[in-house]
């Protein structure tokens, strides 16, 4: 009679274990035994490294908790200061001061480095303000703000000179990204910093959309 004897590889017993995930529970000795190599320092047993991997899992969880948590806090904060500009806005008697507590507020509440307002029509009692730029619509230096005039979608990044050096004239070399608010038929908002990753492409614009809605809608109320 002869004796065959099979030879199992490494790959085979693997594949075998995977089917069998609750062998070691069955010989819970060899998982004294087993050991585990490192990428730095000495091998370590099986419980031992599965304990580290746990821990990395947990703190890698804790990570994206504590993210998730900065995240809801910095939302609550800029869901309390719209609704304060809203109001703010709403309480204004004319067109005037509805601009200014708008320019005020980004600056202040928004902590705006610089506050740009265009519009397209002229404001009585805004003939001196720094921060704003009375311009007809068909004005030639509009041309680089046609498309997100046309969509009313807000911009966050860095701007193209042309409409960085329109926006803040002297000042643009300073400014190294912006928030900018479009608003069709009525004109542009820009808040500008001198962070460049303040404001980048892709971060939310909600809150940026619902500041725009409330700014048109006081104006409104005074034909502006």
Same mark, same amino acid.
């Given at each position: 009679m002869t004796e065959t004897t099979e030879k199992l590889g490494a790959h085979e017993v693997a594949a075998w274990l995977r089917r069998h995930p609750r062998f070691l529970q069955q010989f819970p000795d060899l998982s004294l035994t087993l050991v585990v190599p490192r990428d730095e320092g000495p091998a370590a047993s099986?419980?031992?490294?599965?304990?580290?991997?746990?821990? *990395?899992? $947990?703190? =890698?969880? $804790?990570?994206?908790?504590?993210?998730?948590?900065?995240?809801? /806090?910095? $939302? =609550?904060?800029?869901?309390?200061r719209t609704h304060q500009l809203t109001l703010a806005l709403m309480r204004q008697d004319n067109a005037? *001061?509805? +601009?200014?507590?708008?320019?005020?507020?980004?600056?202040? *509440?928004?902590?705006?480095?610089?506050?740009?307002?265009?519009?397209?029509? !002229?404001?009585?009692? +805004?003939? *001196?303000?720094?921060? +704003? /730029?009375?311009?007809?619509? /068909?004005?030639?230096?509009?041309? !680089?703000?046609?498309?997100?005039?046309?969509?009313?979608? !807000?911009?966050?990044?860095?701007? /193209? !000179? =042309?409409?960085?050096?329109?926006?803040?004239?002297d000042e643009s070399g300073q400014v190294q990204s912006t928030a900018l608010l479009p608003l069709p038929g009525t004109g542009v908002v820009a808040v500008g910093s001198s962070d460049p990753n303040r404001f980048f492409p892709g971060m939310g614009t909600l809150f940026l959309r619902m500041m725009g809605e409330a700014l048109e809608t006081a104006l409104g109320r005074f034909g502006s």
């Open positions: 099986l419980a031992s490294y599965q304990l580290e991997v746990l821990r *990395d899992k $947990n703190r =890698e969880l $804790n990570r994206r908790l504590h993210e998730l948590f900065g995240n809801a /806090q910095e $939302n =609550e904060r800029l869901a309390v005037a *001061d509805v +601009l200014r507590a708008m320019a005020a507020s980004l600056a202040e *509440d928004f902590a705006g480095d610089r506050v740009r307002l265009v519009v397209f029509r !002229p404001v009585d009692g +805004l003939e *001196d303000a720094d921060w +704003l /730029q009375v311009v007809d619509p /068909q004005d030639a230096r509009l041309a !680089p703000f046609r498309d997100c005039l046309a969509d009313g979608e !807000p911009l966050c990044g860095r701007l /193209q !000179p =042309e409409k960085s050096a329109f926006l803040y004239g």
